[in-house]
């Protein structure tokens, strides 16, 4: 049903005006421009939080598309360094937004387009892990891409019963990960159906990443994981600015800070653009339990 009304233009009209609808999606969503995500940016910055920044869009098969979101994004890193944000400030691509769909070579060289104007801006970017189709070839396209640019972050999901040893293999010296969850609705062939089986892996995960030489993005709201994160940061000897949490915007703000106060690195992702509707409709659809996070985070405010 929610799929059926992400493709329905009547409900998305009636859903983008509606005055509690834009509530709810500037709670979630920066904004539609360039402006409205350095104006988010800035004021994220100001109260001590780093930012990613992902334009919004996915699962591109149109070329000329794929190369418009390049452009937002570089557009959107020149002026990350024209306002002396891109210290604190780095982007997250989605391979699929770039024409991974279309042709892995093509979604290659889509990414460099964006990591050399990263590079000119001073900043990194990080590459959102999609369903586990693509696993294999955005891990691909990573290692490609970290030939030349070595900052270039992964993102591995917890849920998935492979992600383990992903962790363990790519905790080497200067590697970024950013680990989560996972949001996408997945097979018990390769995913962890039950939710306590998704928490345990996520905890390998962290002692895996720890206890490794790279540096790892822990991204949750689950207190219970925060709480263990900190606890075997410690025990793996990590200080604060060894490591960084990472919340979505709009989740949690006040434990963002919280966090951020304790010399923590915290860092927003901060999704932006014209493509808002399609991102939190899919988001629900995929998983209920990713209604029941928007829900959670709307009765929360
Ligand atoms: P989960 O949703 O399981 O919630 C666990 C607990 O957290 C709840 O029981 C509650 O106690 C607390 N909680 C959650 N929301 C709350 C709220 N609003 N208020 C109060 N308490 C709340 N996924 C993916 O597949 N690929 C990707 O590339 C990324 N990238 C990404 C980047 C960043 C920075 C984040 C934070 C997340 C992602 N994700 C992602 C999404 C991720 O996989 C996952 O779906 C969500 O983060 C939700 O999972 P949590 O770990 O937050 O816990």
């Known amino acids: 049903m ?29 904004g539609e421009t360039t402006a409205d995500a350095v104006a988010a940016t800035r004021r994220l910055v100001d109260s001590g939080l780093a930012v990613t920044l992902d334009y919004l869009g996915e699962d591109t098969t149109d070329a000329i598309q794929a190369a418009n979101t390049v452009d937002a994004y570089v557009e959107l890193l020149e002026h990350l360094h024209a ?10 691509v989605k391979l699929s937004a ?10 290659l060289d889509n990414a460099a387009r964006i990591c050399r104007a990263a590079q000119a801006a001073g900043t ?16 691909r396209v990573l290692g490609e891409l970290r030939r030349t640019w070595p900052w270039v972050g992964a993102v591995l999901q917890a849920y998935l019963r492979r992600t383990v040893d992903d962790a363990t293999r790519l905790a080497t010296e200067g590697s970024r990960v950013r680990l989560c969850k996972g949001a ?9 159906p039950d939710t306590a089986e998704v928490d345990k892996s996520y905890v390998r995960c962290v002692n895996a990443l720890l206890a490794g030489e790279g540096y790892p ?6 207190p219970r994981l925060i709480r263990i994160i900190g606890e075997r940061a410690r025990v793996h000897g990590r200080e604060p600015g060894g490591f960084e949490y990472q919340m ?23 999704p932006y653009g014209g493509e808002w509707y399609g991102y939190l409709m899919r988001r629900m659809a995929e998983r209920p339990a990713n209604t029941m996070f928007f829900l959670r985070a709307v009765m929360t405010r």
């Open 83 to 92: 306002e002396n944000l891109a210290d604190r400030a780095e982007v997250s």
């Open 2 to 30: 929610i799929l059926a009304a992400a493709r329905n233009d009547t409900i998305r009209s009636l859903v983008a005006t509606a005055p509690v609808s834009r509530d709810v999606v500037s709670r979630f969503v920066a």
């Open 124 to 139: 990194t970017v990080t590459l959102d892990m999609e369903d586990h189709t693509t696993t294999d070839s955005t891990l």
């Open 184 to 192: 996408y609705s997945e097979p018990e062939t390769v995913a962890y």
């Open 217 to 222: 993005m822990f991204a949750t709201h689950d």
């Open 98 to 107: 770039v024409g991974q769909l279309l042709d892995e070579k093509l979604a």
């Open 248 to 270: 979505l915007f709009g989740i949690r703000p006040e434990e963002q800070l919280r966090l951020a106060r304790l010399g923590n690195t915290v860092r927003v992702y901060v």
